[in-house]
């Protein structure tokens, strides 16, 4: 039973730091070749890949979210974390967990995803 559940402050204010945490369970985030997503989805608007962090710790980053984006793992607890810095309204969005899988240069999807979690950014 793969799970995965994001979490963190549903309102942020301009120029803070958004953060969140997305926790696992049934299942490692250290398993081979896994790979594990921040998507995100703005009101009206389609599903954008963030980055994403490697089963051995490595990270990628949309060219667009790059300079503001941050993902990390605490492998103890089963969790990864999203931090996206100087936010504006313009991210305000429902977001997104999910895991994936990366061999050979392909991305294969893993199924799994959470079940989002809005957040606002406050003008």
């Known amino acids: 039973q793969v799970r995965l559940q994001e979490s963190g402050p549903g309102l942020v204010n301009s120029s803070q730091t958004l953060s969140l945490t997305c926790t696992v369970s049934g299942t490692s985030i250290s398993t081979t070749y896994s790979v594990w997503s921040w998507i995100r989805q703005p009101p009206g608007k389609g599903l954008e890949w963030m980055g994403v962090i490697a089963y051995n710790g490595s990270t990628y980053y949309s060219p667009s979210l790059k300079s503001r984006t941050s993902i990390s793992r605490d492998t103890s607890k089963k969790q990864f974390s999203l931090r996206l810095s100087s936010v504006t309204p313009e991210d305000t969005a429902v977001y997104y967990c999910?895991?994936?899988?990366?061999?050979?240069?392909?991305?294969?999807?893993?199924?799994?995803w959470g079940q989002g979690t809005q957040v606002t950014v406050s003008s």
């Open positions: 999910a895991r994936g899988f990366y061999y050979s240069g392909t991305y294969y999807p893993g199924g799994y």
